[in-house]
């Protein structure tokens, strides 16, 4: 069973940065990618970034230029550096491993996170 626990979240003015991690435990074997999506009241979750094993990666246009991802393969950790934050950026953050493989060699679909507020005061 894979688990993700996400940390990092909290309060920011604007224009501000925030660093978060997600740490993915359990049986892995191995994983190939991991993103990071988030969800604001009243809206559909949405992909923000997501980064695969080899460390290519892919951004919302929302984020370009202001998040980074970045990732730890041998800690199986995956980090959001977030700069010239907004208020529309406020949101809880999900960490998400769309496949693992487990130790005994079988796949886990679709691992989330906990989630990490993120607020972006005015």
């Known amino acids: 069973q894979v688990q993700l626990v996400e940390s990092g979240g909290g309060l920011v003015q604007t224009g501000g940065s925030l660093r978060l991690s997600c740490a993915a435990s359990?049986?892995?074997?191995?994983?190939?990618?991991m993103g990071w999506h988030r969800q604001a009241p009243g809206k559909q979750r949405e992909l923000v970034a997501s980064i695969s094993s080899g460390g290519s990666a892919n951004y919302a246009d929302f984020v370009k230029g202001r998040f980074t991802i970045s990732r730890d393969s041998a800690k199986n950790t995956v980090y959001l550096q977030m700069n010239s934050l907004k208020p529309e950026d406020t949101a809880v953050y999900y960490c998400?491993?769309?496949?693992?493989?487990?130790?005994?060699?079988?796949?886990?679909?679709?691992?989330w996170g906990q989630g990490t507020q993120v607020t972006v005061s005015s």
């Open positions: 359990g049986s892995i074997s191995s994983i190939h990618t």
């Open positions: 998400n491993i769309p496949v693992a493989v487990t130790a005994k060699g079988k796949l886990q679909f679709n691992s």
